[in-house]
């Protein structure tokens, strides 16, 4: 089953297709190793680099979800990402 990664909007330029990224049995990533490690050898480092400042700071106008609550509030990069997590990234769409 693995995990669920999508990026939306903008970012489908760097990630085009759903990637699920495959567990070990009793695995548990951080959202740190998942884009930083698994996601980059997938897809490349371009997408880490775009999202994460040098201080692996999520950059102003994008925002990650994980199981459809905003991963920077549920524990940021060092959230457990767990085998059937959905991981959905975006760009911020804002205005009236």
Do not use: C, K
């Not at 999508?6 to 990224?21: I, K, S, Y």
């Not at 490349?44 to 509030?73: K, S, V």
Request: hydrophobic share 45%; net charge negative; aromatic share 4%.
């Amino acid at each position: 089953m693995g995990v669920e990664v999508q990026a939306v909007g903008l970012l489908a330029v760097e990630m085009p297709h759903r990637v699920t990224v495959e567990l070990r049995p009793g695995e548990t990533l951080t959202l740190r190793s998942l884009v930083f490690v698994r996601l980059a050898a997938r897809v490349g480092e371009g997408l880490p680099h775009t999202l994460f400042d040098e201080e692996e700071r999520l950059r102003p106008g994008y925002a990650i979800l994980l199981d459809g609550r905003n991963a920077m509030q549920v524990g940021g990069l060092d959230a457990a990402v767990n085998e059937g997590a959905r991981v959905l990234i975006t760009a911020v769409v804002s205005g009236g």
